[in-house]
């Protein structure tokens, strides 16, 4: 045989092994898919697909971190709550804050004191966005009665535009009661001053109205 008969039989061979190899993987990569195309999706996974392992496993993953995330946000709400010593039940949960810590006397602006609980307050609100809140302020028995009840609009207005402008989005709503209810006695039985229960009297009250 002629060198180039050998030559043009040897390239030949080489492009017939070549097109079987690639015959062969095309087979094999278009097989997967066939077979997929078998299946639908209630029937039982085919052995040896272990794919979908990979996947769910990292989905609890993600789970448990998530998990984990919403845990630290109880234990954070569950800590404002007891510090500011809220008062829960089926219909509402209600906040007390004693104005003589919100405020200087004769004042509706608020004072530095009054921020942690504030703060707090916040993240209780937050964490209920949808619960209606209703911001009540009050006075104590002393002084003029009309003078009072601006006060404590002005004090309950300044506590809803704090809330507000620090992360509070709940629909709010802001009231003044002046002195018209206290929780504890301005007097004593004697008629004599009591200026413990006009402490008391002196306060904002939150309240988030469970829906």
């Not at 008969?5 to 040897?10: K, L, N, P």
């Not at 010593?85 to 200087?104: C, H, K, P």
């Not at 704090?162 to 929780?183: C, E, M, Q, Y």
């Not at 009591?194 to 904002?204: I, M, T």
């Amino acid at each position: 045989m002629y060198p180039w008969a050998r030559e043009a039989v040897t390239t030949m061979q080489k492009r017939a092994a070549f097109l079987l190899c690639a015959s062969v993987v095309v087979a094999v990569c278009m097989r997967p898919a066939a077979e997929a195309q078998k299946y639908k999706v209630d029937d039982p996974v085919p052995p040896g697909a272990k794919g979908q392992v990979t996947t769910l496993q990292g989905q609890v993953t993600n789970l448990v971190g998530l998990s984990l995330a919403v845990g630290g946000k109880v234990d954070s709400l569950n800590a404002a709550l007891k510090d500011l010593g809220a008062r829960t039940t089926d219909t509402e949960i209600q906040i007390d804050l004693a104005s003589d810590v919100m405020f200087d006397f004769d004042k509706a602006d608020l004072r530095s004191t009054a921020i942690p609980s504030l703060q707090k307050v916040v993240t209780v609100m937050r964490s209920y966005p949808a619960y209606p809140c209703t911001i009540g302020g009050h006075t104590d028995g002393k002084g003029d009665k009309a003078y009072n009840q601006k006060l404590s609009e002005r004090r309950a207005d300044s506590v809803k535009t704090w809330l507000v402008t620090h992360g509070a989005s709940n629909p709010i709503t802001a009231r003044g009661f002046g002195d018209t209810k206290p929780i504890a006695p301005n007097k004593k039985p004697d008629g004599s001053d009591d200026p413990e229960g006009r402490q008391k009297n002196r306060r904002v009250e939150i309240t988030l109205h469970k829906q």
